[in-house]
């Protein structure tokens, strides 16, 4: 994989370096020392992944990223200091298109957490990279409940579910900021994010819309004005007693939390049709899992090319069925309102 690293540090450079030299697939092509700097470079190479710092001089890594998410587009992951203190710009950055984030790793003599979390995150990227098709097949976990006494009061939530990635921050933000404190839906967010962030996540959603946002917890029910959002790196599902549940299949899936594994276990224990959505993202995830569903006689949208960072997920759906509405991200909130 070809790598380049943005920071203006040059310990900082240093410590990545190392971690990088310890897979010999992962090649240092360049570095920068500024945002600027980096939009330049990228211009002339791309590369597969950029390693990209927050605050720099010149230009900081979220406006680079925006700037090279429209010029000249490949993953980023932000490497900075301190995630927790800048959780403003990490999603700042997210929201341009940048895929993940994690703390910059110090040199040390042996390996740091840190330096686990950026390798694993590296890896995870590189199989999101791939040209093969991805399948989510996966037998979810059963219940021995009666599945005949589900909740009717729970089936007559009208039900939206986002799937979103790469942008997606900015995007559903776009969405929620424009529902009213009263809408009657129940909605379900996946949005690739680490663990580690979504709880600032959900605390930074709160602040664009009216709606309540919480993360999902096993147990969970769908609520009128609610937001529930998946919170961990293991893939939400619904179970047959329509409540919540976490699970780890498929667990060498690069995707995580996967849309594909919710929006699947939807299509076969939700009784009554819905609105499924999927937004700005790089690969594949979602895209059977909006075709199943559209099949099922929900309602699907597809965000456009033109107003996603990455027309990667929404494509794959629309070529995987045609039956499948495809909007500008500035026309999907009108569009569920006067659906619900």
Not at 16 to 39: C, D, F, K, M, P
Not at 87 to 105: H, I
Not at 300 to 314: F, L
Request: include cysteine; charged fraction near 15%.
């Amino acid at each position: 994989m070809r790598i380049a690293i943005v920071n203006d540090l040059t310990i900082a450079v240093a410590a990545l370096r190392r971690v990088l030299q310890t897979h010999s697939e992962y090649q240092v092509i360049w570095v920068a020392h500024n945002g600027a700097e980096a939009v330049a470079k990228c211009a002339q190479d791309t590369p597969d992944l950029i390693l990209m710092d927050l605050l720099m001089p010149v230009m900081d890594g979220a406006e680079a990223t925006k700037q090279i998410m429209q010029n000249s587009p490949c993953a980023i992951v932000i490497v900075t200091a301190n995630t927790e203190q800048n959780v403003a710009k990490v999603y700042e950055a997210m929201g341009y298109g940048a895929l993940d984030a994690v703390n910059t790793p110090v040199i040390a003599g042996a390996v740091q957490a840190d330096e686990s979390q950026l390798l694993t995150k590296i890896a995870r990227i590189g199989k999101m990279l791939q040209k093969s098709p991805i399948s989510t097949k996966t037998k979810l976990p059963s219940s021995s409940l009666n599945y005949e006494r589900q909740s009717d009061l729970s089936l007559k939530v009208p039900l939206v579910a986002i799937g979103s990635s790469t942008g997606g921050p900015k995007a559903l933000a776009t969405i929620l900021s424009k529902l009213p404190a009263n809408f009657p839906g129940a909605i379900a967010i996946i949005q690739h994010v680490d663990a580690q962030f979504s709880t600032g996540f959900v605390e930074w959603l709160n602040q664009q819309t009216l709606l309540s946002v919480r993360l999902a917890v096993a147990g969970d029910r769908f609520q009128k004005g609610t937001v529930l959002v998946a919170g961990t790196n293991d893939h939400l599902y619904l179970k047959p007693d329509l409540t919540l549940g976490y699970t780890k299949d498929p667990i060498d899936y690069p995707y995580r939390p996967s849309v594909d594994v919710f929006f699947k276990s939807l299509s076969q224990h939700w009784k009554h049709q819905g609105t499924a959505i999927l937004l700005t993202g790089m690969g594949r995830d979602g895209a059977e899992g909006l075709s199943t569903l559209q099949l099922r006689g929900w309602h699907t949208i597809a965000q456009d090319k033109t107003s996603c960072v990455v027309y990667g997920m929404p494509k794959a759906a629309v070529e995987l069925n045609t039956g499948i509405e495809v909007l500008p991200l500035d026309n999907i909130a009108t569009t569920l309102l006067k659906k619900n």
